[in-house]
């Protein structure tokens, strides 16, 4: 693929956890959260890389027990995990919003949420360098139909992880959002 020199800005068509599209401003990567299964038990989504139409397989997996608790990742190729033993607290007694994981490639990775200004959710890896970020509708945008005003930003260096990091967003907002 081209470097451009611009990262991926990936809409965020929806903004719930509940499933979206993540589609690159410049069309260059797409994303889709489906929920795949709902019962009394529990709560599956399969993250898509929809970038190549002809790839069916789902490339994540989040199950998530009945209670909304954390549950199981599974990524296609690299195997599967309980959630909190996939993104891990950086200390027992910090913040759950501030945790850690270990990518397809090896390097530790960082997730954190409101540290810096004007970013919802940073991923940093271990040099302190932004590899992803999240960002919420600006107050006072104007309302789009096909949009949230979310969006999900992957440097262009890491389009090789943007499911993962996608991922463990979903789970790091699953976390906030039922205060885990």
């Keep these: 693929m081209a470097t451009l020199g611009i990262p991926y800005f990936l809409e965020d068509r929806t903004g719930l956890l509940t499933g979206s599209d993540f589609v690159d401003v410049h069309d ?22 929809m970038t190549y139409p002809s ?29 909190n033993q996939y993104l891990v607290k950086l200390s027992p007694f910090g913040s759950s919003r501030n945790r850690k994981f270990t990518a397809s490639d090896g390097q530790e990775y960082r997730w954190s949420w ?8 940073v991923c940093l890896n271990a040099s302190g360098y932004l590899v992803a970020y999240y960002n919420l509708k600006i107050p006072g945008e104007p309302h789009y139909q096909s949009s949230s005003g979310c969006m999900f930003t992957v440097d262009e260096s890491y389009p090789h992880l943007a499911v993962e990091l996608l991922a463990s967003l979903l789970i790091m907002r699953h976390i906030a959002e039922h205060n885990l």
């Design 28 to 49: 260059r990567m797409r994303l889709s959260v489906r929920c795949s299964l709902r019962d009394a038990a529990h709560t599956a989504y399969m993250i898509y890389d």
């Design 55 to 83: 790839n069916a397989q789902p490339a994540a997996a989040l199950d998530y027990p009945s209670n909304n608790g954390l549950g199981s990742i599974m990524i296609h190729g690299r195997g599967s995990w309980q959630m």
């Design 114 to 121: 409101r540290t810096r200004d004007g970013f919802e959710w």
